[in-house]
T-cell receptor
């Protein structure tokens, strides 16, 4: 069975703190794709990153970084020096050889000034 | 800014009304999707169109009727909805390539009274 688990339901931090959002996935397929999306209160799902199962390189984009570890089936997301604008719900998702995105339940991040 | 645009952003309709949600993309994508998202839940897939043909219907009630007039447009016709159908409806698009990124619009907030 395919599944994505985001164990952290809500995280609250103060501005400038670093925060890591956890994502653990389950699949028996050897080829798969992992995604992170950000959903601010306005509702739009904003694409952040896509990773395929053959590319375990970590990635950094500004204050955002992602740590993909196949050995632990994890694809964690770190925000460095968080800002109030980072407040949103973040979804991790898994895609196989279908049109379906399997979403985790999301982590609500609140960044306080 | 998102390249998937949805109208209207907010819709309030009675249970006997007929209304439509509209979605447009100009990224040349040939796969388009409708998702439904209830509060504090991840999005759930409703329909997928591939090359303007319906390829997936996730057992959605017939009171929701999708339509894909051309490769850039996707509609969702609503009729005789129930209050429990109140939700955020998200349109999305992607290339028809395995594992490709799915890009979402800002969503239409629907309230059924």
């Amino acid at each position: 069975a395919q599944k994505v688990t985001q164990a952290q339901t809500e995280i609250s931090v103060v501005e400038k703190e670093d925060v890591t959002l956890d994502c653990v996935y389950e699949t028996r397929d050897t080829t798969y794709y992992l995604f992170w999306y950000k959903q601010p209160p306005s509702g739009e799902l904003v694409f952040l990153i896509r990773r395929n199962s053959f590319d375990e390189q970590n990635e950094i984009s500004g204050r955002y970084s992602w740590n993909f570890q196949k050995s632990t089936s994890s694809f964690n997301f770190t925000i460095t020096a968080s800002q109030v604008v980072d407040s949103a719900v973040y979804f991790c998702a898994l895609r196989l050889h279908t049109d379906k995105l399997i979403f985790g339940t999301g982590t609500r991040l609140q960044v306080f000034p | 800014d998102t390249e998937v645009t949805q109208t209207p952003k907010h819709l309030v309709m009675g249970m006997t009304n007929k209304k439509s949600l509209k979605c447009e993309q100009h990224m040349g994508h040939r796969a388009m999707y409708w998702y439904k998202q209830k509060a504090k839940k991840p999005p759930e897939l409703m329909f997928v169109y591939s090359y303007e043909k319906l390829s997936i219907n996730e057992s959605v009630p017939s009171r929701f009727s999708p339509e894909c007039p051309n490769s850039s447009l996707l509609n969702l016709h609503l009729h005789a909805l129930q209050p429990e159908d109140s939700a955020l409806y998200l349109c999305a698009s992607s290339q028809v390539i395995t594992g490709n990124t799915i890009y979402f619009g800002e969503g239409s907030w629907l309230t059924v009274v």
